[in-house]
Structures are given as C-alpha cells and as structure tokens.
C-alpha cells in the first residue's frame, strides 16, 4: 500500500468534531429564513450587503463578506490564520508544492487528471454532504431565532441531501449563481481547455455580482475567482474537468497560495488558495484537501480592521485582522440512492 493510500485511509477514519453538532452550517438557517428554500448559494450570500454599513465605498464592497438577514448570524472566530507571506517556509506534506499557485494547483490538476472519470449519477440519485461551521455561537443564534417566533426547519443541521436532477430548482430563475448538481456535473464536463476561455464560460454561467457594490464595480479577477468557488462547490464533477479549473484557477491575477497548511473549521490541515481584491478590508480562501484535491471549504478572513455603524437593532461591531466572518469546512460528500441516506 502506497503512502497517499494510508493517508487518505486514515484522514477517512478521523472523528468528527463535537462542535459540529453544536455550531450547525449557517447557509440553510439564512436561507430558511429569506424563503428560498435552502438553495443560496454560498457565493450569493457572500455577495449581499450590508446596508448599515459606513458610506465610503470601501465599506461598502464588504457585502462580499456576509450576507445580513433579518436575523443575521455574523459570527466572528478569531483562530490562527496566516496571511500568504511569500517569506514563510513551505511546508511539504506527501507530493505537495505549495511554492506558487501554478505550481500547487497544476500539481493538482496532474493529479486529478490522472483519475479514472466514474459514471455520471443517475437523475433518481441524491446528493450527501455534510459541513461544518466553524463560526461559534449559532446553537444560542437557533435558540433565539425561534424564542423570536422564527420557524427553523425540522432536523436543520450540518448535514443536508438534494437531489441530483432538481427540475423545480433548475427552472427556478430567481438566484442566478445556483445551479443544481445536474447542471453543474455538465458544465463542468464541456468546459474548454484553455484557461482564458474556461473563466470566461465561467464568468457567463454565473453573473451575479455583475452589478457595481457601492461605487465598486466587481473585477474580471474577482469574477473568475468568484464562479470557479461556485463551480467547484458542487459535488460531484469529473476529474479531469477539475484538473482544468485548477489550471484555469493558477491564471487568475491576485490568486495567492498560503506556503503551509492551515488548519480548517473541522481540524484538518488543508490547502489555502486566497484571493484579496484591491481596497478590501477582507480575503476569501477556498480550502483545498492535499490527499486528493476535492473542495475541502471556504472562509472569510479580515485582514484590515474596519468598523460597523451601530443601529436600535444592531450595535455597532469592530472587525480585526484574524477575525473569520465565515468558516465552512466540508468533510463528506458523497452519491447516494435516496433522501436521508448516509454513505
């Protein structure tokens, strides 16, 4: 047995965290209670704003950090994260480079082009995954949502099912960054080798964000790195279209890697690509597993201190470097034959 085989073996077998149960995934509580049926995407609510906010446009444009409902849960953990300090010694862990993103993320794709592409799921099949949030405090947010007399879905927790051919949710309009399982796997499988054509078919299939946050238009950059977290999101896609979304991923300007492996909301040590658009107080990191390259989960990290404008509703919250808006950790997905079915 080959020492990436033993690896991947063990990190199956690690326990889940007890917070997990404590600190359920905040995307379909939020969505619970904007009515969309939990189908969001974690890119959309990203994107949403905060309206209180200061006036100057560099406030503004932190509706790309979290998304405020009537019973917001922005939750801040401050926890040990690193910026990406091209200073900082790489740490090597099996055949890891993490000394560019070209140079991780073409390994990746070596990788995951290596793999033998598995059949397609059947449209009667569901879709498994189970995520942890690693914000605190949201059993207590719970617990005053329904003292508030806000109905929180039965069974709400970190793990959820949808269905891989949604036909109600493919012709629902209404969130253009949504797409269901089916149509992901699809997209993903006919896009274009090259990198610049790949972003572009990207950056069509998920518009959202188009439109201008305060006075700030969103950049191409920022786009890109937007619609492959999207994308890459879903579950399942082809390996081989993967590889070509990390290749496509290593092009996009201001995509950085941090020289280590940090740490995610479930204890795992993972791969960090980051992007910080220019004048935000914030980065978002999507976290990538380093034994076989899947989406492992994204965060939201502060990286220059800014302030909130307090109202009757809402006190006034101040924000530092460190500080982790969001923090989601996937640590299981997986193809099964019907709703509530565990792998």
């Not at 939750?75 to 300090?85: C, E, K, L, S």
């Not at 081989?240 to 909301?265: F, P, Q």
């Not at 307090?310 to 923090?327: T, W």
């Amino acid at each position: 047995m080959d020492e990436m085989t033993q690896l991947r073996e063990l990190r199956a077998d690690a326990p889940v965290p007890d917070r997990a149960a404590l600190a359920p995934g905040r995307e379909r509580l939020t969505d619970a209670i904007a009515g969309n049926g939990g189908r969001r995407t974690l890119a959309l609510r990203l994107r949403l704003r905060l309206t209180p906010m200061l006036r100057d446009w560099r406030v503004a444009s932190l509706g790309a950090v979290v998304a405020v409902t009537a019973a917001a849960l922005v939750i801040t953990q401050v926890v040990g994260v690193q910026a990406p300090d091209p200073t900082s010694p790489a740490t090597v862990a099996g055949d890891l480079d993490l000394t560019s993103p070209a140079a991780a993320l073409n390994r990746a794709a070596d990788y995951l082009e290596r793999q033998e592409v598995p059949p397609e799921p059947r449209r009667d099949q569901w879709i498994y995954t189970r995520e942890v949030d690693g914000a605190s405090g949201n059993a207590e947010a719970v617990k005053e949502l329904q003292e508030a007399g806000v109905e929180v879905p039965a069974g709400f927790g970190p793990e959820r099912w949808v269905p891989y051919d949604d036909k109600a949710a493919e012709n629902d309009g209404s969130d253009t960054d949504f797409r269901t399982a089916r149509e992901s796997y699809r997209i993903a499988a006919a896009l274009p080798e090259d990198p610049e054509a790949l972003l572009a078919k990207l950056r069509e299939t998920f518009p959202t964000g188009d439109e201008t946050i305060g006075e700030k238009e969103e950049s191409e950059d920022a786009h890109s790195f937007r619609a492959v977290s999207v994308l890459l999101r879903s579950y399942p896609l082809p390996p081989d279209a993967m590889a070509r979304i990390y290749r496509a991923l290593a092009t996009v300007r201001g995509v950085k890697v941090t020289h280590h492996l940090v740490e995610d909301a479930a204890g795992r040590q993972v791969i960090a690509v980051v992007r910080q658009e220019h004048m935000e107080f914030t980065r978002t990191d999507l976290l990538i597993d380093p034994v076989d390259y899947s989406y492992a989960g994204t965060r939201e990290v502060v990286v220059e201190s800014f302030g909130t404008v307090g109202s009757d509703e809402e006190p006034a919250e101040q924000r530092e470097p460190g500080d982790v808006l969001i923090d989601i950790a996937r640590i299981h997905a997986a193809v099964v034959d019907a709703e509530g079915e565990k792998p």
